[in-house]
């Protein structure tokens, strides 16, 4: 079955350390990608999606993601993390044009440290 | 800048009972969605909603879920008798005619 997996878990980092947040997907046709954030409180909130072209797409808040495709990958980064980015992130996949649902991962709970 | 509303925050209901969850999707979105989170778990796709009709549901979506448009701008998902394992966060989601969705804050449903 299709699935997106988040390997980690839960992250614990300290101010200005760099973020990496793990995203594969199995699916092998066309997708969309998206990296979501929730924080505390709030709604599930854009960070950036990634739908063709430049597979480095830049986010809002200094936030990165890079398609692999050879690795069915789209890893979350951010070289500096900040107190304020604590929160749950989630990747999800859209499988192509023909379909509406987005393939959520676990999410990903960072906390940051000051 | 626009945001999906819904409402209620939080509901608790009884099991057996009909449930309605409200969502007001950004105004001139197209195509509405119901997601839920069952605490600790994934989000999950409901349904999506386009031109006044169901364009894709899950197996999870079965005969006590329905949705609905009654005017222009409220989208509901109506649970006609609860079971306990409905006890989720709903998510309402609208899109443009992009791919991009956009999520409210979610209904916490709490079935006794």
């Known amino acids: 079955a299709q699935s997106v997996s988040q390997h980690n878990h839960h992250v614990i980092l300290s101010e200005a350390a760099s973020l990496e947040l793990g995203c594969n997907y199995s699916y092998g046709g066309t997708v969309n990608l998206f990296w979501y954030v929730q924080y505390p409180g709030q709604h599930l909130q854009l960070l950036l999606k990634y739908f063709s072209g430049d597979p480095l797409v830049k986010g809002i808040k200094g936030f990165e993601a890079e398609f692999i495709k050879s690795k069915f990958s789209f890893n979350l980064r951010k070289p500096s993390v900040q107190w304020s980015d604590t929160a749950e992130y989630f990747c999800a996949v859209k499988r192509g044009p023909n379909t509406d649902k987005l393939i959520f991962g676990t999410g990903t709970r960072l906390q940051v440290f000051p | 800048e626009p945001e999906v509303t819904q409402t209620p925050s939080h509901q608790v209901t009884q099991m057996g009972q009909e449930v309605i969850l409200r969502c007001v999707p950004i105004?001139?979105?197209?195509?509405f969605y119901w997601y839920r989170q069952i605490l600790g778990q994934k989000v999950e796709f409901l349904v999506s909603?386009?031109?006044?009709?169901?364009?894709?549901k899950s197996e999870i979506f079965d005969d006590q879920f329905s949705v609905e448009r009654p005017d222009g701008s409220n989208f509901t998902l109506k649970i006609r008798s609860t079971k306990l394992e409905d006890s989720a966060m709903y998510f309402c989601?609208?899109?443009?005619?992009?791919?991009?969705?956009?999520f409210g804050p979610g209904t916490r449903l709490l079935v006794l």
């Open positions: 989601a609208s899109s443009g005619t992009g791919a991009t969705q956009y």
């Open positions: 105004s001139n979105h197209l195509y």
């Open positions: 909603f386009y031109n006044n009709e169901i364009s894709e």
